[in-house]
């Protein structure tokens, strides 16, 4: 399938009085059509920052774009005006924001909030914009779409929000969805509901996705290929059935043993990652994982390894990556 979205070494630097902090720091990954790509990582890697920059959203100060290459259906995003982004923004490139309720606005009505998108994108009039709200509202389900329309976001729950962000997201027929943590804050049933719907619409709407998140498990049901993050770097790249069963970065490794398996014995215990995320506006020499890393060797003290190939499109970014073999 064709590529519709590349970022080439792509960094995002906040400049701070305590220094420059490197959010993003020479990021590199692609979306086909129709393909979900995962961003995983703890927070505070860069995930977020990267979508945000793909939408030029990256706030100026402290924030900039100070490298890489962000090309979306073979435009150079970062060459557009503010009037070409506004135009790509919600018809071409969606997002799905974290917390939905700080997304919506609290003083306009949820019908008035969709119906305004599709006035401003697809040149509807109002009866033609509230016809196709409630249709997408009807298609994430919600109940009695026809009354929501009227209705404010703290009468809506919390799963509700989230799903009224996706009818949103959807309404103008994007190519591509950014999903930054869809289902925080929500519990666990509901999480899988909102996924399964955002899975299904993206099939059937033929959407590309870009999802953000931390839970590995969401990768693994959803995600068709995953880029795992640290400090600001991708740290492994690959498809999520070969990462999941073949991890080879120390990272990758310990995100999979902090995760409760329901084919390991309830006694077991996990395996947390020790330590914290290196200060990214003072990153250590060499690799940024070293100091939590129990498989480090001298030369991870001295450079920052690149990522290689591993062979099946399968990128680590480790020197001690045969290390990981059986572990």
């Not at 919600?90 to 599709?118: D, H, S, W, Y």
Request: with cysteine.
């Amino acid at each position: 399938m064709p590529i519709i979205l590349e970022v080439q070494d792509l960094k995002t630097h906040f400049f701070t009085p305590g220094g420059v902090v490197k959010a993003v720091d020479g990021v590199s990954f692609d979306v086909s059509e129709g393909e979900t790509v995962a961003l995983v990582g703890e927070s505070g890697c860069g995930k977020s920052v990267s979508a945000l920059s793909i939408m030029q959203l990256i706030p100026k100060p402290p924030g900039k774009i100070v490298n890489g290459r962000i090309v979306f259906k073979g435009r150079e995003l970062r060459q557009l005006d503010a009037e070409g982004m506004r135009k790509i923004r919600g018809k071409e490139i969606a997002m799905i924001f974290q917390e939905p309720m700080t997304c919506l606005n609290p003083v306009l009505t949820i019908g008035r909030q969709l119906t305004e998108t599709m006035e401003e994108h697809l040149n509807l009039n109002l009866p033609e914009a509230e016809s196709r709200s409630v249709e997408f509202l009807k298609m994430v389900g919600i109940p009695d779409p026809q009354k929501r329309l009227g209705q404010y976001p703290h009468q809506f729950s919390g799963g509700m929000r989230q799903r009224v962000m996706i009818a949103m997201a959807l309404s103008c027929d994007p190519n591509l969805i950014l999903a930054d943590e869809p289902t925080t804050a929500l519990d666990v049933t509901i999480q899988a509901q909102i996924l399964e719907l955002l899975k299904k619409s993206s099939q059937r709407l033929k959407v590309a996705m870009v999802i953000i998140t931390h839970n590995l498990g969401v990768v693994a049901r959803y995600a068709d290929r995953v880029n795992v993050m640290y400090a600001g770097k991708v740290v492994e790249s690959g498809m999520s059935r070969e990462v999941y069963h073949n991890p080879r970065h120390p990272y990758t490794l310990g995100l999979l043993h902090s995760v409760p398996r329901l084919d390991e014995p309830r006694k077991a215990k996990l395996d947390p990652i020790e330590g914290q995320p290196p200060d990214l506006a003072n990153l250590p020499r060499g690799c940024s994982f070293r100091p939590r890393c129990k498989f480090a060797g001298d030369l991870c003290a001295q450079e920052s390894p690149k990522l290689r190939d591993m062979g099946a499109g399968h990128l680590s970014a480790c020197w001690m990556k045969d290390l990981l073999r059986g572990n």
